[in-house]
């Protein structure tokens, strides 16, 4: 039997993950590849919280509509993030993190 | 005609521009943004003359948008800002267009507008998912406009470290709304506060949601420790739209905090005392961090974006301050009160920037060495408004920052207000490094600076509400005191 344990564990774990990534990877573009996974991760505990939170014996569908808002909105953050990105590869022929290190102060 | 067909207008017109400009690549920028700009001036008007109560609202509205008077309150805010920054990038285009592609500045005027619908939009938010797609809609948004002059490498540079950090912050955000939601059971603000008053509900789900869900919005609003994009970002973005970030970004994302806080810190609430906590130390962190590094910086627009940080950090430490009476204000309406008067001088500073860029000078202080020579006006609206930051008394910022202090006093939280005084000295250094730098007449140049008369009227108008505002605050304060005793009323 799969409880609600077990998808916040492996939210939790996704989640995780992309933490790391974002912290610790240098290319720009594996960087947004774990920014999405960490919005993968708070769709699944929204999806999972949602199955178990029983309201007349349905799920209640609030967090199944933020879900939905989550890729959209995440689908619109794409377009616009990699349109940047690929600006930024056109000027510097780069997408690792050490390029971008001009402003300082 | 309600409040809300305002904001709907708003993002119609943003969209009708980018198609004019799409479809009549001939057009001049000057018809754009009096177009932009008489639209938000007349959406300005709409809101103090429609019916603004929630029975307004078509009913199937009225669960996730709400009308009181920090709504409303926060909606004129939006719209001023805007217009400010229109006029400013306006102010501006000739500098800005030698970095844009085509030398073409159609989605300056037309993205401010969606902003301001999304900002319009999460003042009213009543639930969770509401202010979420509101907030993504600023974001999504300020990631275009800061990487706008594309041509600049450092512009490009700000926005990618802006979208990197802001997708973050999104990601950090909704998993926090989660778990509020797998604790509560609920989105909407009224819910959650009830959820968590009742002792059942688990206290360490729901303050694991709820410090993820201020962590997210920590990002927004530049709290440290999640404040390091912000002097970058503020340096690589254009300067109407580096302004539009200190002041309209930052008011947005704290009038989400005053709402995500009074659920989260309502009677009886479960996890209040972590929560206050939490916000005491990030609220003194945020002062220290943002005010001393302040003090070594060389670039202006730097230290004008420090200068944010530490200012985040005094309305951070006013929302820890609940109940506080004396002003016969509520924790919101103070930091409402405090934005309401950093907005005149934030914006009076980077036009005063702006204006500097667009003779031909750099932003840096020795950029501003002598300027009371050659510009004696400009240099005399900068110095009110560094003034002002710094708190200098009979100037708008100072009765700010007294709410804050005095509130602080109140309730006895003498930890955090002495890194605020720290903080505030700190700042009074390094404004009045700037405005002696202006006043400096050995060994400078002397060639005189034009600015246009429009400028100079708007830069006077700014620098009168800042001395009026701290002469008198009297009628400000009654704005915002009005709404709360009818809502204690009811």
Request: positive net charge; proline residues 3%; aromatic residues 10%.
């Amino acid at each position: 039997m799969i409880t609600l344990g077990h998808y916040l564990v492996v939210s939790g774990m996704l989640f995780a993950l992309g933490l790391a990534g974002v912290i610790a990877r240098r290319n720009i573009l594996i960087v947004y590849m774990c920014l999405e996974m960490m919005l993968s991760a708070a769709n699944l505990a929204l999806v999972g919280f949602s199955r178990f939170h029983l309201v007349n014996g349905l799920p209640d569908y609030t967090a199944q509509s933020l879900v939905f808002f989550t890729i959209t909105v995440a689908a619109a953050e794409v377009a616009v993030g990699l349109a940047i990105i690929v600006a930024l590869f056109r000027t510097k022929q780069s997408v690792d993190a050490e390029s971008v290190t001009k402003l300082q102060g | 005609m309600s409040v809300f067909t305002i904001e709907a207008g708003l993002a119609l017109l943003g969209l009708v521009l980018l198609l004019v400009e799409a479809f009549k690549p001939d057009i001049s920028r000057r018809t754009l943004g009096l177009t932009a700009i008489a639209g938000t001036a007349l959406a300005f008007v709409l809101l103090l003359v429609v019916r603004h109560d929630t029975a307004s609202l078509p009913s199937f509205m009225q669960p996730w948008h709400q009308l009181d008077t920090l709504a409303l309150f926060y909606k004129g805010f939006a719209l001023v800002i805007t217009l400010l920054v229109l006029w400013l990038t306006l102010e501006c285009a000739p500098y800005l267009t030698r970095f844009t592609v085509d030398g073409k500045l159609a989605e300056m005027f037309s993205l401010p507008l969606i902003v301001c619908s999304g900002m319009m939009w999460m003042a009213s938010a009543r639930d969770l998912v509401t202010v979420f797609v509101a907030l993504e809609l600023v974001t999504v948004s300020f990631y275009v406009l800061v990487a706008f002059a594309r041509k600049s490498a450092l512009s490009l540079e700000a926005g990618v470290k802006y979208l990197i950090l802001g997708a973050l912050s999104t990601g950090i955000l909704v998993y926090g709304i989660a778990w509020i939601y797998g604790a509560t059971g609920t989105m909407s603000f009224e819910g959650i506060a009830k959820a968590l008053a009742n002792p059942a509900t688990s206290k360490p789900t729901a303050l694991f949601g709820a410090a993820l869900i201020l962590c997210g919005l920590g990002f927004k609003v530049a709290a440290a420790p999640f404040h390091m994009w912000v002097p970058d970002v503020y340096q690589g973005a254009p300067t109407p739209v580096t302004a539009f970030l200190s002041v309209g970004s930052k008011a947005a994302g704290f009038v989400v905090l005053t709402r995500a806080l009074d659920a989260f810190l309502a009677t009886g609430s479960v996890i209040s005392t972590e929560i206050q906590a939490f916000l005491l130390v990030i609220g003194s962190l945020t002062v220290l961090l943002g005010s001393l590094p302040a003090m070594f910086q060389t670039s202006v627009k730097r230290l004008l974006a420090y200068s944010s940080i530490s200012h985040a950090g005094y309305l951070l430490l006013a929302l820890a301050c609940r109940e506080t009476a004396r002003f016969d204000l509520s924790s919101g309406g103070i930091v409402a009160f405090y934005l309401a008067t950093y907005l005149p001088m934030t914006v009076l500073g980077f036009l005063g920037l702006g204006l500097m860029r667009a003779n031909g000078l750099g932003e840096d202080i020795k950029d501003f060495t002598g300027l009371a020579k050659r510009n004696p006006t400009l240099a005399l609206f900068m110095t009110v408004s560094f003034a002002s930051l710094a708190g200098l008394p009979l100037t708008a910022g100072f009765i700010g920052k007294l709410f804050v202090f005095l509130g602080l006093a109140d309730h006895g939280y003498w930890g955090a207000l002495s890194c605020a005084v720290i903080a505030a000295a700190a700042g009074f250094y390094y404004y009045f490094k700037t405005i002696l730098a202006m006043y400096t007449t050995e060994g400078v140049e002397t060639t005189a600076l034009t600015i246009s008369t429009a400028s100079k009227a708007v830069a006077g108008v700014l620098a009168v509400i800042i001395l009026i505002l701290g002469v008198y605050p009297k009628p400000l304060q009654k704005v915002l005191t009005s709404g709360e005793a009818a809502a204690v009323a009811k």
